[in-house]
């Protein structure tokens, strides 16, 4: 993998607006969003509305889960309380180092058989998924620098943390960093029955469309049998496939909890060109690292927000879902990569100025002013 470090020039290239999903607590889905160009359906992630009560949480915080640690904020006379990996910037400068098992997923269509692997090339490509992902962005060391203040050259997800806490980063915790370290478990296949899936050609690979619940079973009992700890992230990639549920396609990722506390994520690692948005290569994943990092659980609350994929009020600390398509280039080596922005605390806080990196409310400076608060 090439370890080449680029300074970035952070501009948005484009702008989404996608799709409440309906999560594992229920929540509305809408209509809008990043247009799938390749059958019906927009681009979305599977989010809950907020206000859930936090599972598994209290065997989350034992020493054999994640390393987490606790903050508040107050908005309109009510105390909302957040839980996030790592150590609190405040309290100085410390480095956690999150172990992550990439899982690559095979899956195979029936009827007729088509076969999407994240442990294949890509379409027209020499690399697989898994291989462009661990060499971009997300897990190698790339020179930030949003609005031309360098926070560090570091992974995205880090960079993003950095920004998101700079009054903190900038004072008393310049060495502050949350990392994350990949190994790659075996690749693991699965048979999809015709009821379950089904395939269409895209504009290379062809595109699958997969039941959200059957493949939540499928990647519990995996992490069961790969015997993964609650102290790394399971971390599953497909290839240009899509899930859905009742509002259809397309889903490209999501993030949960199972008991005891194991945290896991989905995403799916996909061609340039199936959205009318750049939502293609380790947009999906940056989305769900991020939510990860700043919600492990899904269920911190915050004050009712309504933008990007919520059409509808959602209210918790999602900071992906208010920029469902916004993605900036980032090239390392031969491959230009698109992580999608990610919203800063502060947003969600109503906190102004904000106290994030250039007094911004996320990574590309997407909005110039906390939202309203949804009614």
């Known amino acids: 993998m090439k370890d080449i470090a680029r300074r ?22 809408a209509q809008e969003g990043p247009r799938f160009l390749w ?4 681009a979305r992630f599977l989010a809950r509305p907020g206000g859930a009560p936090q599972p598994a949480l209290s065997e989350a915080v034992t020493p054999d889960a994640l390393p987490l640690w606790k903050g508040s904020f107050v908005f309109g006379g009510k105390t909302y309380n957040y839980t996030m990996v790592g150590t609190d910037p405040a309290a100085g400068s410390a480095t956690t180092t999150i172990p992550v098992v990439v899982i690559p997923i095979r899956l195979i269509f029936a009827s007729p058989v088509v076969v999407l692997s994240a442990g294949n090339p890509v379409c027209g490509g020499t690399e697989d998924p898994v291989s462009l992902a661990l060499a971009s962005p997300l897990f190698q060391p790339y020179a930030f620098a949003p609005g031309g203040t360098d926070v560090g050259t570091t992974q995205y997800i880090d960079a993003f943390q950095r920004a998101n806490f700079w009054s903190e980063v900038s004072g008393g915790a310049p060495d502050y960093h949350v990392l994350l370290s990949p190994t790659v478990a ?23 469309r997969l039941g959200f619940i059957y493949f939540d079973f499928l990647a519990r009992a995996m992490i069961r049998r790969l015997q993964i700890p609650a102290t790394s992230l399971p971390l599953f990639v497909t290839y240009n496939t899509f899930l859905t549920d009742l509002g259809g396609c397309c889903i490209l990722g999501y993030h949960n909890v199972m008991a005891g506390g194991q945290t896991y994520a989905v995403a799916d690692y996909s061609d340039a060109g199936l959205f009318d948005q750049p939502i293609e290569d380790i947009h999906a994943m940056s ?7 700043d919600d492990p659980f899904g269920v911190n609350p915050t004050p009712p927000w309504k933008a990007g994929q919520a059409t509808r009020c959602q209210g918790n600390l999602e900071v992906g879902d208010p920029v469902t398509g916004t993605a900036f280039e980032a090239t390392l080596g031969d491959v230009t990569y698109h992580p999608e922005d990610l919203v800063f605390l502060p947003w969600f806080a109503r906190e102004s100025p904000s106290s994030s990196v250039n007094g911004w409310y996320s ?6 002013s906390p939202p309203d608060v949804c009614q």
């Not at 970035?8 to 889905?29: E, H, K």
């Not at 059958?39 to 927009?42: A, K, L, S, V, Y």
Request: aromatic share 6%; hydrophobic share 50%.
């Open 8 to 29: 970035i020039v952070v501009t948005a290239v484009a702008t989404g607006i996608s799709a409440v999903a309906l999560g594992a607590a229920g929540a509305a889905f």
């Open 287 to 293: 989305h769900e690292l991020g939510e990860w990092l």
């Open 39 to 42: 059958g019906e359906g927009r």
């Open 363 to 368: 990574f590309l400076d997407t909005f110039a």
């Open 186 to 208: 075996p690749l693991q296949t699965a048979l999809v029955p015709k009821s379950l899936g089904t395939t269409a050609p895209g504009p290379c690979a062809s595109v699958g």
